[in-house]
DNA sequence: GCCAACGTTGGC
DNA sequence: GCCAACGTTGGC
């Protein structure tokens, strides 16, 4: 079992829609980086932080399971989409997405604090111009960043 | 809204 | 294959 962090903009797709749906997909992944990662190491049982970006409270907002591995987005091929992409071919499609199960909300922790904290340096999150949307979390930051919602397991 | 950093595109 | 131009991300 491993850990990953999403990035969301809470606009769009926050941790309170997830709960509401409950479950969801996570469509719109269009890095490569980051879809390699999607489609070859996320597994079902996998767990989540969920990270609202761009907006006025930036930070891990609540955890996610994985429910279902990687398989085609289909946004890509619906034009009135953002996520639209006229050069992926049907038959072989460029771009995949996971679906997630809301697990919980976490005591936000902003990035602010994950910057200030040792353990957390490694993370492409809190380097400087990292753009990485999916990006994977070790163990022992998964457990640095709950003790930091002081909310224990 | 600003702007630095980044990824992608396309001419050569 | 290089690299300048461009569009996007994302914190502030």
Redesign the pocket.
């Known amino acids: 079992m491993a850990y990953w962090l999403f ?1 969301t903009e809470p606009d769009t797709f926050s941790i309170d829609t997830l709960k509401q749906q409950q479950v969801s997909c996570w469509e719109g992944v ?4 980051a879809r390699n990662m999607l489609r070859d190491q996320v597994k079902v049982g996998d767990e989540v932080l969920i990270y609202h ?3 006025k409270e ?1 930070g891990v907002v609540g955890i996610a399971t994985v429910v279902k591995e990687a398989y085609p987005d289909h946004f890509q091929f619906d034009p009135d989409s953002p996520y639209f992409d006229l ?1 992926s071919d049907p038959a072989n499609p460029r771009w995949i997405m996971v679906d997630i199960a809301y697990q919980r909300h976490l005591r936000r922790v902003s ?2 604090r994950m ?1 200030a904290e040792p353990a957390l340096a490694a993370m492409p999150l809190v380097q ?6 999916v990006m994977p979390v070790s163990d022992e930051e998964w457990q640095a960043i709950l003790t930091m919602t002081g909310q224990f397991d």
Do not use: E, F
């Open positions: 990035k269009r890095n490569y980086q970006s761009s907006c930036v050069k990035l602010q910057k400087r111009g990292s753009r990485l949307s």
